[in-house]
């Protein structure tokens, strides 16, 4: 008894070696990476990049910020995933929306204990909704910022509409012929240019009898 005892804690002491040893052998393949896998990765990792397709709606609605983007580079060995792991990408052929403004995304490592190996910056431009206004229609976003789709700058109400008015009055202006203009001189200071006509006909008038009654003297 006291032999087949002692050959029995042998084979469990010798099977619970073995399940350790597979275990930490599972293990070290799992996680392991020197320095040469990591530089390698990260040379992999430089070569992501993405592509930002617009893709709002003319409704102004919250989707006119929205953005398909999708990566380039991303390979087996890799995956792109936001900081709190709520987005994650696998491939070049996953697609997902982003709204306008700043996202930063990582590209992480599969197989070495997930190893952050890059940070991607993406900045997605602002849709400046003022340019979907009727008044915009037929203006060309080269002659008013304010209906430059992409116009990045700050836009209130009150400055829209000083940007159109004036806009307006300057095209009608420069539409205007000469009559148009002589009638709008006219038009502002009728009060002074009529006492002036009449005075010069006046002495138009004044000066012409003069003149009849000096020659019938003589």
Known sequence: MIVG???????????LCLLLFIINIDIVNASSCDSADIERLKVLASNVTYNADYIGDTDMTVSTQTYNVNFIGITDELYVSNVYGGMRVDSDSQVIQLQSGTTTLEVYSR?????????????????????LLEECDNISDDDLYVCDPWYQGKITDASFEEVINNYNLELEE?????????YEVFKSYYYIIIPVILILIVLIIVLFIRKHNKSSLD
């Open 5 to 15: 005892g002692a050959l029995l804690r042998k084979v469990l002491f010798a099977t």
């Open 111 to 131: 197989n070495c204990d997930d190893k952050r190996l890059k940070t991607i910056t993406i900045e997605l431009p602002k849709y400046n909704e003022y340019s």
């Open 174 to 182: 420069s539409n205007k012929t000469s009559l148009d203009k002589v």
